[in-house]
C-alpha cells in the first residue's frame, strides 16, 4: 500500500531540511513553536505538573486524569525525538488522548536529553518514573492493578529498555508494554532489515537521517551493542510483561519492531504486532488526526484492558 495522501500531501509541503548534522536547539525551537496553546488542547478532568523525586534525581513529569474518579490503572508514557528532541509539551497530545482513550491516569516524564546528559541518563530518569509512580500510588490514586509503560519511536526503546531493567530487579508491578514504531536496533546497517531499504526515502524519516539523528546519543557513549541501547540485542526475552508492538508500513523501523515482536511471542510472552497500512515513522504523534490512524489509541485501549 502507498503512503497515505493525507500524509503524502504534508510531506510534500515539508522544507528541505538545512544543510549539515542536526541542531538540536533549532529543532527544539521549531517543534515548540508548533505547540497548539492550551485551550485548543483536548480537554481531561485535569491536567498537572509535577516533580518525580526519584533515585535519579528529580524528574519532571505531566499527570492527566481523564475523568473524575476513586481510582485509576496508571500509564506512564516515555515521549520520542531520537534521545534528543521532544518534550512534555510536544507530545501532550499524544499523552492526552492515551488518558482519552483508555481511561487511565497518564504520567508523562520529561526525561533528560542529549546531548546535554548522556546515556544512561534518560534511561534511569524514565525507569526511576516508573519506580516513583508505583510508589506514590496513594498520591495519583492508583488502584494497584494495571501499571503500564508506553513510548513511541526511541520512547519505545526506552518502554523495552525499563520492562527489561524492571525483571532484572526484580520489580514486578509492570503489567502492559506498549511500544509505538520503536527504534531497537541503534545499529543502522542498512542490510539488517529489509525496510530500511524498502522504506529509505521519501517516507520523513529517512534510512540516511538515522545516524546523524541518534548520533548525540551514541556519542554520549550509548554503545549500539549493548541491550539497554538496543532491547532486540538481550538475549532473553522470557518473563517480560505482555507487550503491544505497533508498527507503521512506510517506515524504515518497522522490521526490527517486528522481528522484536517474533521474539517475544518465542520466548513465551504475550505479544501482539499491528501494523499500520500507509503509516510512516512517526504517525502517533504527527497524523493521529486521521481517523485511520486515530484508532492506535483505541487498540492501545484494547489491549490494556483484555483478559490476560
Sequence with gaps: MPLHPDIAR????????????????AMRAGEEAAVPPVSA???????????????????????????????YGVLVYFHGGAFFLGSL??????????AKETGLKVVSVGYRLAPEHAFPAGLEDCYAAVRWA????ETLGWDGTTLAIAGDSSGGTFVAAVAAMAHDEGFDRITHQILFYPSLDLDFDVDRYASLRENAVGYGLETAGLKPFNAFYLDGGADPADPRVSPIKRAD???????????????????????????????????????????????????????AYHRVFEETAAFLGRES
Design 10 to 25: 504534508v510531506l510534500a509541503d515539508l522544507p528541505a531540511p538545512p544543510p549539515g548534522p542536526p541542531n538540536p536547539e
Design 41 to 71: 488542547r483536548l480537554p481531561l478532568h485535569s491536567v498537572e505538573d509535577l516533580t518525580a523525586r526519584t533515585a535519579a534525581g528529580e524528574v519532571p513529569v505531566r499527570v492527566y486524569t481523564p475523568v473524575e474518579a476513586d481510582a
Design 89 to 98: 509539551e510536544t507530545h501532550d497530545h499524544v499523552a492526552r488522548a492515551l
Design 134 to 137: 508505583a510508589e506514590n500510588g
Design 237 to 291: 526475552l522470557t518473563g517480560l510483561p505482555p507487550a503491544l508492538i505497533v508498527t507503521a508500513e512506510c517506515d524504515p523501523l518497522r522490521d526490527e519492531g517486528e522481528l522484536y515482536g517474533r521474539r517475544l511471542k518465542e520466548a513465551g510472552v504475550d505479544a501482539t504486532v499491528s501494523r499500520y497500512p500507509g503509516a510512516n515513522h512517526g504517525f502517533v504523534q504527527n497524523f493521529s488526526w486521521i481517523p
